[in-house]
């Protein structure tokens, strides 16, 4: 069975770039969740949906930054304009609810290593 | 808000060494508690978990204890080995019809050398 799919998985460009990552859930998984990995503030949680709707992007930290999920199969996340310290790991990940509302394990891509210049 | 704190990394540890690494949270209500790992290269990976205070969590030789009393979920092992060398995170869910939230604490890197 696969995981959860992201590509690229790696991304140079420069800056001022648009920058789409993609990622594919797991299938029958109702959530998806976008995290961003530095060095400096760790695993920081971008924004998730729930049955393709986006419940919190609270996490999103700018205007530049938006994510779609057009379907149960496949979301994106982009960035426009990017800049440098838009640099990160970027893991997408997937689960399902459990009876009484309790979510199932998260599981994760291997995440799109961007770095902006 | 709720959140997680662990404790700092780099922990180095020989091989066969007892290991602990501490994990604390602040949350309201009743949240569940994680321990996820993160080999070099790879997206995290559910470790372990426990649902309500008291439950014991564990998985290839790892253990935590959910600790109300002490807001705690120290992960441990009796005896590492190399191929433990990743990195640990806390982490908590925020609890019912939040869809999976996960809130992680930042990670704490371990070295296992032989």
Known sequence: ?117 | GNSVTQMEGPVTLSEEAFLTINCTYTATGYPSLFWYVQYPGEGLQLLLKATKADDKGSNKGFEATYRKETTSFHLEKGSVQVSDSAVYFCALSEGYNQGGKLIFGQGTELSVKP
């Not at chain 1, 503030?41 to 996490?59: A, C, K, Q, T």
């Not at chain 1, 893991?91 to 509302?101: D, N």
């Open chain 1, 1 to 117: 069975d696969a995981g959860v799919i992201q590509s690229p998985r790696h991304e140079v460009t420069e800056m001022g770039q648009e920058v789409t990552l993609r990622c594919k859930p797991i299938s029958g998984h109702n959530s998806l969740f976008w995290y961003r990995q530095t060095m400096m503030r760790g695993l920081e949680l971008l924004i998730y949906f729930n049955n393709n709707v986006p419940i919190d992007d609270s996490g999103m930290p700018e205007d530049r930054f938006s994510a779609k999920m057009p379907n149960a199969s496949f979301s994106t996340l982009k960035i426009q304009p990017s800049e440098p310290r838009d640099s990160a790991v970027y893991f997408c990940a997937s689960s399902s609810w459990l009876a009484g509302g309790m979510a199932g394990e998260l599981f994760f891509g291997e995440g799109s290593r961007l770095t902006v210049l």
